[in-house]
Protein backbone atom coordinates (compact mmCIF):
# COMPACT_ATOMS: atom_id res chain seq x y z
CA UNK A 1 0.00 0.00 0.00
CA UNK A 2 1.45 3.26 -1.02
CA UNK A 3 0.19 5.12 1.96
CA UNK A 4 -2.22 8.19 1.83
CA UNK A 5 -1.59 9.89 -1.63
CA UNK A 6 -2.31 13.53 -2.20
CA UNK A 7 -2.61 15.45 -5.21
CA UNK A 8 -1.21 18.00 -6.29
CA UNK A 9 2.20 17.95 -4.90
CA UNK A 10 2.99 21.59 -5.72
CA UNK A 11 0.48 24.44 -7.14
CA UNK A 12 0.52 27.95 -7.07
CA UNK A 13 -2.60 30.26 -7.50
CA UNK A 14 -3.47 33.93 -7.79
CA UNK A 15 -5.48 35.44 -5.29
CA UNK A 16 -9.30 34.92 -5.36
CA UNK A 17 -9.17 32.07 -7.23
CA UNK A 18 -10.17 28.55 -6.55
CA UNK A 19 -8.42 25.53 -5.51
CA UNK A 20 -9.29 21.59 -5.62
CA UNK A 21 -7.10 19.71 -3.11
CA UNK A 22 -7.57 15.51 -3.34
CA UNK A 23 -6.46 12.94 -0.87
CA UNK A 24 -7.32 9.01 -0.85
CA UNK A 25 -6.55 6.94 1.93
CA UNK A 26 -5.36 3.88 3.24
CA UNK A 27 -6.86 1.37 1.54
CA UNK A 28 -9.39 0.28 4.01
CA UNK A 29 -9.81 3.76 5.88
CA UNK A 30 -13.10 5.26 6.18
CA UNK A 31 -12.03 8.31 8.09
CA UNK A 32 -10.32 11.21 6.61
CA UNK A 33 -9.11 14.46 8.09
CA UNK A 34 -7.73 17.71 6.40
CA UNK A 35 -4.90 20.24 8.26
CA UNK A 36 -3.71 23.05 7.17
CA UNK A 37 0.08 23.34 7.93
CA UNK A 38 1.68 27.61 7.84
CA UNK A 39 5.42 27.68 7.78
CA UNK A 40 6.98 27.52 11.55
CA UNK A 41 3.63 26.37 12.80
CA UNK A 42 1.63 22.66 13.29
CA UNK A 43 -1.08 21.17 11.62
CA UNK A 44 -4.25 23.27 12.61
CA UNK A 45 -7.39 20.60 11.85
CA UNK A 46 -9.83 21.83 9.08
CA UNK A 47 -12.29 19.45 8.41
CA UNK A 48 -12.94 15.31 9.20
CA UNK A 49 -14.95 12.84 7.45
CA UNK A 50 -16.14 9.71 7.88
CA UNK A 51 -18.21 8.00 5.77
CA UNK A 52 -19.22 10.56 3.39
CA UNK A 53 -20.28 12.64 6.31
CA UNK A 54 -18.65 15.67 8.07
CA UNK A 55 -17.59 14.80 11.63
CA UNK A 56 -15.73 17.89 12.87
CA UNK A 57 -14.69 21.31 11.30
CA UNK A 58 -11.99 23.34 12.86
CA UNK A 59 -12.31 26.67 13.22
CA UNK A 60 -11.83 28.22 9.47
CA UNK A 61 -14.25 30.39 7.38
CA UNK A 62 -17.09 29.14 4.54
CA UNK A 63 -14.23 29.22 2.20
CA UNK A 64 -13.55 25.86 2.90
CA UNK A 65 -15.37 23.59 2.05
CA UNK A 66 -14.75 19.41 1.70
CA UNK A 67 -16.82 16.18 0.91
CA UNK A 68 -15.93 12.34 0.71
CA UNK A 69 -16.85 9.84 -1.88
CA UNK A 70 -18.06 6.53 -1.76
CA UNK A 71 -14.65 5.50 -2.26
CA UNK A 72 -13.42 7.56 0.53
CA UNK A 73 -11.31 9.63 -0.81
CA UNK A 74 -11.32 13.52 -0.35
CA UNK A 75 -11.49 16.73 -1.74
CA UNK A 76 -10.52 20.14 -0.01
CA UNK A 77 -11.79 23.90 -1.42
CA UNK A 78 -10.98 26.88 -1.00
CA UNK A 79 -12.45 29.24 -2.80
CA UNK A 80 -11.66 33.60 -2.75
CA UNK A 81 -8.13 32.42 -2.21
CA UNK A 82 -6.31 35.00 0.24
CA UNK A 83 -2.09 35.38 0.47
CA UNK A 84 -3.05 33.94 3.72
CA UNK A 85 -3.93 30.15 2.32
CA UNK A 86 -0.48 29.68 1.09
CA UNK A 87 0.18 26.68 3.43
CA UNK A 88 1.18 22.50 3.38
CA UNK A 89 -2.21 21.12 3.44
CA UNK A 90 -2.05 17.39 4.70
CA UNK A 91 -4.41 15.00 4.71
CA UNK A 92 -4.56 11.99 7.25
CA UNK A 93 -6.85 8.74 7.23
CA UNK A 94 -7.60 6.35 10.03
CA UNK A 95 -8.59 3.19 10.93
CA UNK A 96 -12.26 2.38 12.17
CA UNK A 97 -13.10 -0.79 13.91
CA UNK A 98 -16.62 -1.46 13.45
CA UNK A 99 -18.01 1.17 14.54
CA UNK A 100 -14.92 2.18 17.07
CA UNK A 101 -12.39 4.50 15.38
CA UNK A 102 -8.38 3.97 16.11
CA UNK A 103 -6.76 6.58 17.60
CA UNK A 104 -3.88 6.60 15.02
CA UNK A 105 -3.78 8.94 11.95
CA UNK A 106 -2.02 8.32 9.26
CA UNK A 107 -0.90 11.36 7.37
CA UNK A 108 0.37 12.05 3.26
CA UNK A 109 2.88 14.19 2.11
CA UNK A 110 1.13 16.96 1.76
CA UNK A 111 0.44 19.74 -1.11
CA UNK A 112 2.35 22.77 -1.15
CA UNK A 113 -0.23 25.80 -2.19
CA UNK A 114 0.79 28.94 -3.21
CA UNK A 115 -1.20 31.84 -3.32
CA UNK A 116 0.13 34.88 -5.31
CA UNK B 1 -9.23 27.52 24.85
CA UNK B 2 -7.66 24.37 24.78
CA UNK B 3 -3.60 24.87 23.78
CA UNK B 4 -0.92 22.84 22.95
CA UNK B 5 2.68 24.85 24.02
CA UNK B 6 5.96 23.48 23.10
CA UNK B 7 8.25 26.48 23.92
CA UNK B 8 11.51 24.91 22.67
CA UNK B 9 11.80 25.96 18.37
CA UNK B 10 14.94 23.91 18.42
CA UNK B 11 16.96 21.92 20.80
CA UNK B 12 20.20 20.39 20.43
CA UNK B 13 21.90 17.43 21.99
CA UNK B 14 25.17 15.65 22.24
CA UNK B 15 24.49 12.13 20.89
CA UNK B 16 24.62 9.85 24.00
CA UNK B 17 23.24 12.81 26.15
CA UNK B 18 19.59 12.69 27.26
CA UNK B 19 16.75 14.55 25.71
CA UNK B 20 13.80 16.05 27.15
CA UNK B 21 10.77 17.96 24.76
CA UNK B 22 8.31 19.69 26.70
CA UNK B 23 5.10 20.23 26.03
CA UNK B 24 2.19 21.83 27.88
CA UNK B 25 -1.58 21.94 27.30
CA UNK B 26 -4.52 23.51 28.54
CA UNK B 27 -7.42 21.67 28.25
CA UNK B 28 -10.72 21.74 30.92
CA UNK B 29 -11.42 17.79 31.04
CA UNK B 30 -9.16 14.76 30.28
CA UNK B 31 -7.79 14.57 26.61
CA UNK B 32 -5.66 12.49 24.74
CA UNK B 33 -2.25 13.51 24.16
CA UNK B 34 -0.18 12.07 21.68
CA UNK B 35 3.95 12.74 19.97
CA UNK B 36 4.24 12.92 16.37
CA UNK B 37 7.07 13.08 14.41
CA UNK B 38 8.41 14.07 10.99
CA UNK B 39 11.66 12.59 10.10
CA UNK B 40 13.37 14.35 7.06
CA UNK B 41 11.41 14.18 4.21
CA UNK B 42 9.68 11.84 5.67
CA UNK B 43 5.30 12.00 6.52
CA UNK B 44 3.97 12.94 9.92
CA UNK B 45 3.71 9.81 11.94
CA UNK B 46 2.73 8.59 15.41
CA UNK B 47 5.27 8.27 18.14
CA UNK B 48 3.42 7.59 20.83
CA UNK B 49 0.30 8.13 23.16
CA UNK B 50 -0.01 8.82 26.86
CA UNK B 51 -2.70 5.77 26.94
CA UNK B 52 -0.09 2.92 25.87
CA UNK B 53 2.46 3.94 28.30
CA UNK B 54 4.56 2.33 26.26
CA UNK B 55 8.31 3.32 24.60
CA UNK B 56 8.49 2.98 21.51
CA UNK B 57 12.56 4.12 20.12
CA UNK B 58 13.64 4.85 23.80
CA UNK B 59 11.55 7.47 24.33
CA UNK B 60 8.69 7.84 26.99
CA UNK B 61 6.60 10.70 27.73
CA UNK B 62 4.26 10.87 30.92
CA UNK B 63 0.92 12.61 31.39
CA UNK B 64 1.00 15.01 34.58
CA UNK B 65 -2.51 16.15 35.26
CA UNK B 66 -1.46 18.44 37.89
CA UNK B 67 1.04 20.25 35.62
CA UNK B 68 -1.17 19.86 32.36
CA UNK B 69 2.16 18.60 30.44
CA UNK B 70 3.12 15.64 28.77
CA UNK B 71 7.20 15.66 28.34
CA UNK B 72 8.69 13.25 25.82
CA UNK B 73 12.29 11.97 27.39
CA UNK B 74 15.02 9.98 25.92
CA UNK B 75 17.67 9.22 28.03
CA UNK B 76 20.79 8.53 25.52
CA UNK B 77 19.87 10.49 21.95
CA UNK B 78 20.71 8.65 18.90
CA UNK B 79 21.58 10.93 15.32
CA UNK B 80 18.62 8.81 14.12
CA UNK B 81 16.28 10.91 16.43
CA UNK B 82 16.80 14.14 14.64
CA UNK B 83 13.15 15.49 13.21
CA UNK B 84 10.45 17.55 14.21
CA UNK B 85 8.64 16.30 17.15
CA UNK B 86 4.96 17.26 17.71
CA UNK B 87 3.26 17.13 20.60
CA UNK B 88 -0.99 16.60 20.02
CA UNK B 89 -3.56 16.89 21.86
CA UNK B 90 -7.81 15.46 21.46
CA UNK B 91 -10.32 16.51 23.61
CA UNK B 92 -13.15 13.40 25.01
CA UNK B 93 -15.87 15.21 22.64
CA UNK B 94 -13.79 15.93 19.84
CA UNK B 95 -14.30 13.61 16.71
CA UNK B 96 -11.68 11.28 16.59
CA UNK B 97 -10.25 12.82 13.50
CA UNK B 98 -9.37 15.77 15.27
CA UNK B 99 -6.12 16.83 16.53
CA UNK B 100 -4.77 20.05 17.80
CA UNK B 101 -1.13 20.26 17.76
CA UNK B 102 1.78 22.14 18.81
CA UNK B 103 4.30 24.14 16.80
CA UNK B 104 7.17 21.62 17.47
CA UNK B 105 10.20 21.18 18.20
CA UNK B 106 13.43 20.73 16.19
CA UNK B 107 15.99 18.19 17.66
CA UNK B 108 18.93 17.96 16.03
CA UNK B 109 21.29 15.56 17.10
CA UNK B 110 25.29 15.78 16.95
CA UNK B 111 28.21 13.48 17.02
Known amino acids: DAGVTQSPTHLIKTRGQHVTLRCSPI?????VSWYQQVLGQGPQFIFQYYEKEERGRGNFPDRFSARQFPNYSSELNVNALLLGDSALYLCASSATSGTRPRYEQYFGPGTRLTVT | AQRVTQPEKLLSVFKGAPVELKCNYSYSGSPELFWYVQYSRQRLQLLLR??SRESIKGFTADLNKGETSFHLKKPFAQEEDSAMYYCALRGPTDSWGKLQFGAGTQVVVTP
Open chain 1, 27 to 31: SGHKS
Open chain 2, 50 to 51: HI
